[in-house]
């Protein structure tokens, strides 16, 4: 059974990162940005600031009681004559060492960027990486590999607003279901510990790529949550399936990156043998025609927080299975095939 109702209470009380943290979050991004604008090296050669990952594509989740979570966000720097790739990311470092509040917090670099850790509030904590972005003299956007002290990508401009319109077209065709089944997809990595190692930006990707036009003119494929993500699942099943080794993943924005260094073959043959196990389950869960053995099913894979809401029952009613029951009956059948 479908568990719709079920499905939209437990994403919001869940998996969803709460308005709270994500005001803080904006906060916190606006004052490191007015920090490193007055620093007295770097500050006169920012021009802006722009979210980047999970942030700006709205997936962030509510992380583990004893996690944290994090939001990147690109640091828009003119290029300096005479600066190596690297030294954006040592200058950005050192401007967080200069200022009287940010050297007291953990602050430290990355290939990519920098990062700046927050004390936990109530054992949850926070930290942003800050993604130097910069512009070339010949007008190329790259970001630095401090690693190789080199610009990424070699040729060409990243192009960071790609990926965010690439998964855009995939909420319009899916009805604005894929954000929630990316984020219920990444709430069974990091709180189920179904598939350890997946980094976000490749779920993303491997998730949206089973999602086109053609199959988006069948109505029902993505009529709501748990059809989608059933259907989307079973589709990246068949997909990882007929790809034994790790396949390349080219990077959607077609900047020509990929992100080859996200993911090792290890790691790839987990997801893979994992995602075929989650598609089954999935499966008997949604197909299960009785309400209370639907609901153990889908809560094998979700936990038992998989429930009616903290707050109210479904159509206000005492019956946990009512609404459930009802959204079935309206369908005519809780059966949709691959092609639902």
Known sequence: MEHANYFKSFLRE?????????????????????????????????????????????LIIKPRPDGEYDADFMLEIDEVDGWEPQTYIDEVYNALHRHSTYKKQKHGRKCRCVYLDYAPVNGVGCHLDIV????????????????????????????????????????????????????????????????????????????????????????????NLPTALLNIVEDLDQWLQARPSKPFLENPSGDGTNFDHRWSEETYTN??????????????????????????????????????????????????FSGAASAVSAAGSSRVGRSG
């Not at 943290?21 to 600031?49: F, H, P, Q, W």
């Not at 910069?134 to 610009?151: P, S």
């Not at 299960?288 to 707050?311: H, M």
Request: hydrophobic share 35%.
């Open 132 to 223: 130097p972005f910069v512009t070339l003299g010949d007008g190329r956007r790259v970001i630095v590999n401090r690693d190789d002290n080199a610009w990424e990508p070699r040729f060409g401009s990243t192009n960071p607003q790609g990926f965010t319109d690439w998964i855009k077209v995939r909420a319009e065709l899916t009805n604005g279901q894929f954000r929630e089944v990316v984020r219920l997809m990444k709430y069974l990595r990091d709180q189920r510990g179904s598939f350890d190692g997946v980094r976000s930006v490749v779920l993303t990707t491997v998730l949206g790529l089973q999602i086109n036009e053609w199959k988006a003119a069948d109505p029902q494929r993505y009529r």
């Open 14 to 58: 869940q998996v969803n990162l709460d308005d709270t943290r994500l005001a803080t979050l904006e906060k916190r991004v606006e004052a490191v940005y007015d920090a490193l604008k007055a620093d007295r090296i770097i500050g006169d050669l920012i021009t802006g600031k722009r979210r980047q990952g999970s942030w700006a594509h709205r």
């Open 271 to 320: 997801f893979r043998d994992r995602l075929h196990t989650i598609a089954a389950e999935m499966r008997a869960a949604y197909d299960e025609e009785d309400p209370e053995k639907s609901v153990s099913a889908w809560q094998k894979l979700l936990g038992d927080k998989f429930r009616p809401s903290s707050t109210s029952t479904a159509s206000g009613s005492s019956n946990p």
